[in-house]
């Protein structure tokens, strides 16, 4: 069992079933920084839930690039850091214009929890983000 769970969590890999795993993982974290931060902005400070939404977001993608580079993805299809991020950040902010439509039709336009409507765009967005960046920056 631990060979196989050094091979899981400790070994580089290429292997998009155990990427995912680890994007999982990547992308629990984040969610947590990310959905904290909403709910803190949001409940405790009164910042409207769309403004406290793309704070967060963006808080939630810095993690997950972190992450992301030092764990989850060995392979990178570009070798200036800067310009990486840049094209992370830019499927970031397509996964945030998503997760933003998402959120205000389920709590505008079909009456969801500001709260559940996140759940439901995190999800979404997180398949997205995942298979976006695999193919586009690690692969």
């Known amino acids: 069992m631990i060979p196989l769970?050094?091979?899981?969590f400790r070994e580089e890999t290429n292997n998009t079933l155990i990427q995912l795993l680890r994007y999982t993982f990547v992308g629990g974290?984040?969610?947590?920084?990310?959905?904290g931060l909403l709910v803190s902005l949001t409940e405790f400070i009164g910042i409207h839930y769309l403004i406290s939404a793309a704070i967060a977001?963006?808080?939630?993608?810095v993690t997950n690039y972190i992450m992301s580079i030092s764990w989850v993805f060995n392979q990178r299809s570009i070798k200036n850091k800067s310009a990486e991020f840049a094209i992370f950040g830019l499927i970031g902010l397509v996964?945030?214009?998503?997760t933003e439509l998402i959120i205000w039709s389920a709590t505008e336009k079909l009456l969801f929890?500001?709260?559940v409507s996140k759940i439901?765009?995190?999800?979404?967005?997180y398949f997205f983000n995942f298979s976006v960046r695999k193919y586009v920056l690690f692969k």
């Open 5 to 8: 769970l050094k091979k899981l």
């Open 57 to 61: 977001f963006m808080a939630g993608l």
């Open 95 to 98: 996964g945030l214009a998503m």
């Open 120 to 125: 439901f765009a995190t999800i979404i967005v």
């Open 113 to 115: 929890h500001y709260i």
């Open 29 to 35: 974290i984040a969610f947590v920084v990310d959905f």
